[in-house]
């Protein structure tokens, strides 16, 4: 069975098993290369089997027009959206909530 492996960072990022390996990982949509420092999530079974956790599924769809990252400030980003409780106005991409960088 092909084995891929997912970002639990980006919306929509996949590489083989045989490039994770190599070091060869290829550049994220939109991007000039993947960021080294996010986590990445081997999958060993069908991503059928897996879909039901949010972390495997293709969030490239999830786009919020009008909305900036307060933290990278990337704007009309697409996956996860994360909206602090306790600041108003304050909204992060997956990538940076999963950072744990907010003050």
């Excluded at 084995?3 to 990982?25: A, I, P, Y």
Aim: glycine share 8%; net charge negative.
């Amino acid at each position: 069975m092909l084995r891929t492996t997912r970002c639990s960072m980006c919306s929509d990022f996949d590489v083989c098993e045989q490039c994770v390996s190599l070091g060869t990982l290829p550049p994220a949509a939109g991007a000039a290369g993947h960021d080294a420092s996010h986590l990445l999530l081997r999958i060993d079974r069908s991503l059928d089997v897996v879909s039901a956790y949010p972390a495997v599924q293709n969030r490239a769809a999830l786009r919020h027009g009008g909305v900036r990252c307060s933290q990278c400030g990337t704007f009309e980003f697409t996956g996860f959206r994360y909206q602090c409780q306790q600041c108003p106005n304050v909204d992060f991409c997956e990538a940076c909530e999963q950072k744990g960088e907010h003050w």
